[in-house]
């Protein structure tokens, strides 16, 4: 059974860090693209970040650019957010995805997904 677990997720105050991690499980991710998507109360999933299988090319939304980190091990099965500055609008729930894809940016390109984890940044 294919599994994405998310964890590291809380409440931070603006400004702090936060790191998410993604444990996958039930096949080897080692070939798949991994990305981070989050969807805020009333709003359409948005596209996070990206890295390729290798972990040598990442992709991230201009909205956290210079800010977020994302980073894998393949040896564990571990795709990782780290999450500098937070603002309030990065308030969402976070989402692990992981697929062989084309378009990086897109939900619908990831045949996997975590169950999701609560991100809070207050003001």
């Known amino acids: 059974q294919v599994q994405l677990v998310e964890s590291g997720g809380g409440l931070v105050q603006a400004g702090g860090s936060l790191r998410l991690s993604c444990i996958a499980s039930g096949r080897t991710f080692s070939s798949d693209v991994m990305g981070w998507f989050r969807q805020a109360p009333g709003k359409e999933r948005e596209f996070v970040s990206a890295?390729?299988?290798?972990?040598?090319?990442?992709v991230y939304a201009n909205s956290v650019k210079d800010r977020f980190t994302i980073s894998r091990d393949n040896a564990k099965s571990t795709v990782y957010l780290q999450m500098n500055k937070l603002k309030p609008e990065d308030t969402a729930f976070y989402y692990c995805a992981a697929g062989i894809v084309a378009a990086y940016d897109s939900p619908r390109e990831y045949a996997y997904w975590g169950q999701g984890i609560q991100v809070t940044v207050s003001s």
């Open positions: 890295i390729n299988w290798s972990g040598n090319s990442a």
